[in-house]
């Protein structure tokens, strides 16, 4: 039944993609059978649309090429991804140990008349001055660019992580022409950093889950009102919803079901849902080959909205999946634990291993962990956390899981 969908699913996405850009699958000049191509026009008859990113005044593409894959030997993609108009892209100094910066690098040294072209993103693991000194640095130099059109803080947990020294770094840097804007990504505690984000006034983006799932929800629908408010730029991140348990339910199987009668995927939809919100400028996804990167630009160009029966029906998957999907609350269950365990980031880490496939990168994000926290997953009481997770989510059976999984059954120093 899954091939069946799945099958059904590319044979659907790629009858979008021939129609809904008018004349998209046309541009890609004509992809022979070992990836290369004839020479063919530069520019797509029809293009991803763009939507304003914050206060900056700039125009940014909805859909945004997310930079975690072999990006070194995958050049022919971005440039496929710029003629069908994905010109926002994301990367991190992390990134494949490096790897994903030194790609687009080659690109750029390529094709440096692109530059312009691209809305460049790329992050920061280091919080003091120094440190994101000299990782922009490097990032510039890998990157073969001498500006990043917004330059992330990667992965705060707390608004106390941006200190008055972070804003005078910024500053410094905007005033050399090093960045153009600045803020950060979150993946736990989202809507309480950008809560406090908007109280700030040298915010200028943010980037965080988002998805059919999180959208309905009061606190997340408060926590982007107020950065809107506050002209802060969003880019939305995680937004199919996937979670650290994987199967092939029933509900998911009839969700499928219904989005294909009606001409694409369940993955095109819940792009579509998260793009329902004017005030969301950027889809951040990770396209790694053509066939994905086609599917979400011919979901971003076909201009048929989602009804409100549609929604309603992603809305119940979410209810019968719930204790599927880690919401990053990391507040709400850490605190009440007796030992430190990161519950939210060790949940996205079997995310990473379980629903992308990307064992690898689980197992390094795991490996990075203080013995003593990875000691601790299989003896801590997570009783207390359980009754407090929002979603009731088997919070221990889980991460007895990573620890097997992750650790490959061992607990490394």
């Given at each position: 039944m899954k091939e069946e969908m799945k099958q059904a699913g590319r044979r659907h996405f790629l009858k979008i993609a021939a129609t809904a850009g008018a004349g998209l699958l046309l541009s890609t000049g004509g992809l022979t059978g070992d990836g290369t191509r004839a020479d063919a026009a530069e520019t797509a008859v029809g293009t991803v649309p763009t939507r304003p990113f914050g206060r900056s005044g700039v125009r940014v593409s909805i859909l945004s090429l997310g930079g975690m894959f072999d990006i070194p030997s995958n050049q022919l993609l971005l440039k496929q991804a710029l003629r069908w108009g994905v010109t926002y892209w994301d990367t991190a100094d992390c990134y494949g140990g490096g790897r994903s910066e030194k790609g687009i690098g080659k690109f750029f040294k390529r094709y440096p008349e692109k530059r312009s072209q691209v809305f460049l993103v790329t992050k920061s693991d280091k919080r003091d001055p120094r440190g994101m000194t000299r990782l922009l640095e490097r990032s510039l130099e890998r990157l073969q660019t001498d500006y990043i059109d917004l330059y992330f803080l990667h992965g705060v947990r707390r608004i106390s992580e941006l200190t008055g020294a972070t804003r005078a770094w910024a500053e410094e840097a905007k005033r050399a022409g090093r960045i153009r804007l600045f803020g950060f990504s979150t993946h736990s505690n989202m809507e309480a950093c950008m809560l406090a984000a908007a109280r700030l006034d040298w915010i200028d983006g943010i980037m965080m889950k988002y998805n059919y799932r999180l959208m309905h929800e009061p606190r997340m629908k408060a926590a982007v009102q107020a950065c809107v408010a506050a002209g802060i730029?969003?880019?939305?991140?995680?937004?199919?919803?996937?979670?650290?348990?994987?199967?092939?339910?029933?509900?998911?199987?009839?969700?499928?079901?219904?989005?294909?009668?009606?001409?694409?995927?369940?993955?095109?939809?819940?792009?579509?849902?998260?793009?329902?919100?004017?005030?969301?400028?950027?889809?951040?996804?990770?396209?790694?080959?053509?066939?994905?990167?086609?599917?979400?630009?011919?979901?971003?160009?076909?201009?048929?909205?989602?009804?409100?029966?549609?929604?309603?029906?992603?809305?119940?998957?979410?209810?019968?999946?719930?204790?599927?999907?880690?919401?990053?609350?990391?507040?709400?269950?850490?605190?009440?634990?007796?030992?430190?365990?990161?519950?939210?980031?060790?949940?996205?880490?079997?995310?990473?291993?379980?629903?992308?496939?990307?064992?690898?990168?689980?197992?390094?994000?795991?490996?990075?962990?203080?013995?003593?926290?990875?000691?601790?997953?299989?003896?801590?009481?997570?009783?207390?956390?359980?009754?407090?997770?929002?979603?009731?989510?088997?919070?221990?059976?889980?991460?007895?899981?990573?620890?097997?999984?992750?650790?490959?059954?061992?607990?490394?120093?």
């Open positions: 730029g969003l880019t939305a991140m995680k937004t199919q919803g996937g979670g650290v348990v994987t199967a092939a339910t029933e509900s998911e199987l009839r969700v499928a079901g219904h989005f294909l009668k009606k001409g694409y995927t369940g993955s095109q939809a819940k792009l579509k849902a998260v793009w329902k919100n004017p005030h969301i400028a950027s889809i951040c996804s990770q396209m790694p080959n053509m066939d994905i990167l086609m599917a979400n630009t011919a979901a971003a160009m076909n201009t048929t909205a989602l009804s409100a029966a549609d929604m309603n029906l992603l809305r119940r998957l979410d209810r019968e999946t719930a204790s599927t999907y880690c919401a990053g609350c990391a507040d709400i269950c850490e605190a009440c634990l007796a030992a430190a365990v990161p519950v939210a980031d060790i949940m996205r880490y079997l995310m990473y291993r379980r629903n992308y496939g990307d064992a690898q990168r689980a197992a390094a994000h795991f490996a990075r962990l203080p013995r003593k926290v990875r000691r601790r997953l299989t003896t801590t009481d997570y009783r207390p956390a359980e009754k407090r997770c929002p979603r009731r989510m088997p919070i221990g059976r889980l991460m007895a899981e990573a620890a097997r999984e992750l650790g490959d059954g061992r607990i490394r120093s």
